[in-house]
């Protein structure tokens, strides 16, 4: 069955560590996001990308970076930069990019999510 | 004022009552309208895209007031399964990227 595959599920870490969250798909699909959840909050976005080797800054990028160099693989890195990394992080999928209208193309299919905490 | 803004919730209400969730968003030229239903420590899936006729799936009906600038989701009979958050989304603009915008949330627990 096609997906999208995060690990790892839960996440500890200590402050002044980076970590890496995987993500993979393999719905052949050509954008990819990053999202946090804090409790009791929206989703909110992080990078995206909708196109093998180009992404682009969500709306709280700092403290993360993100590679897309294959079609089926976005992962995240969570830098000692980021202050509060303690979070739900989610990665999702979609058929298009995000300038199309069509409502198929813009269905978001999520992951699990990794749960991160910073000790 | 928030781009999409949810009832703060949380609703409780019992097995069979009909309940409605709004959302407002603050750009007139969004285009396109999602509810997403996250159940407790999951991942958001969606629940139905919103069309400007409005539609319907079963015990769900999801309405869009371009006028008023909000969307609704009714669902009617609740069942305990349906006690989850409710997520409404919007497509931002072109000079937003195009980006899914969502509103907080608001949760539903549907009691026996």
């Known amino acids: 069955d096609g997906g999208i595959t995060q690990s790892p599920k839960y996440l500890f870490r200590k402050e002044g560590q980076n970590v890496t969250l995987s993500c993979e798909q393999n719905l052949n699909h050509d954008a990819m996001y990053w999202y946090r959840q804090d409790p009791g909050q929206g989703l909110r976005l992080i990078y995206y990308s909708q196109i093998v080797n180009d992404f682009q800054k969500g709306d709280i990028a700092e403290g993360y970076s993100v590679s897309r160099e294959k079609k089926e693989s976005f992962p995240l890195t969570v830098t000692s930069a980021q202050k509060n990394p303690t979070a739900f992080y989610l990665c999702a999928s979609s058929i298009g990019s995000g300038e199309t209208i069509l409502f198929r193309a813009n269905v978001l299919t999520f992951g699990a999510g990794s749960r991160l905490t910073v000790l | ?112």
């Open chain 2, 1 to 112: 004022r928030k781009e999409v803004e949810q009832d703060p919730g949380p609703f409780n209400v019992p097995e069979g009552a009909t309940v409605a969730f709004n959302c407002t968003y603050s750009n007139s030229a969004s285009q396109s309208f999602f509810w997403y239903r996250q159940d407790c420590r999951k991942e958001p899936k969606l629940l139905m895209s919103v069309y400007s006729s409005g539609n319907e799936d079963g015990r769900f009906t999801a309405q869009l007031n371009r006028a008023s600038q909000y969307i609704s989701l009714l669902i009617r009979d609740s069942k305990l399964s349906d006690s989850a958050t409710y997520l409404c989304v919007v497509k931002g603009i072109y000079n937003q990227g195009g980006k899914l915008i969502f509103g907080q949330g608001t949760e539903l627990s549907v009691k026996p």
